[in-house]
């Protein structure tokens, strides 16, 4: 599907250090996480789309200032600040892939 082939087109253009077993990996966890998301707002009887469109909107500006810090703490090898920043971003846009994948890969350098 078409969110599949962007995820790992940008997840392999930004992590191109990472051997491929990681890299896959980690689109794995990050595929894991976002289905699960949709699958508890289904089971909670929210329209998705209503819900996608709504939450989107109210937390993209505010994500994004934490994206930016978690990317920031994960240049600095602070990979469990990471973790806290992009967690906090996934509150505000849980549909924003980018920060799944960056948590995702937070976590396995964590070890």
């Not at 969110?3 to 990472?18: I, N, R």
């Not at 846009?93 to 350098?109: G, M, T, V, W």
Request: net charge neutral; proline share 3%; charged share 20%.
């Amino acid at each position: 599907n078409m969110w599949f082939t962007m995820t790992t087109h940008k997840m392999s253009e930004k992590f191109s250090v990472l051997p491929q077993p990681i890299l896959d990996a980690a689109l794995l966890f990050t595929l894991r996480q976002h289905t699960e998301h949709i699958r508890a707002l289904m089971f909670e009887g929210n329209d998705v789309k209503e819900s996608f469109q709504k939450t989107c909107q109210d937390g993209e500006i505010r994500s994004a200032v934490l994206k930016d810090k978690g990317n920031q703490f994960f240049n600095e090898g602070s990979f469990e600040s990471a973790i806290s920043n992009y967690q906090q971003a996934i509150l505000l846009n849980p549909f924003n892939h980018i920060l799944y994948s960056n948590r995702a890969f937070s976590y396995l350098k964590t070890g």
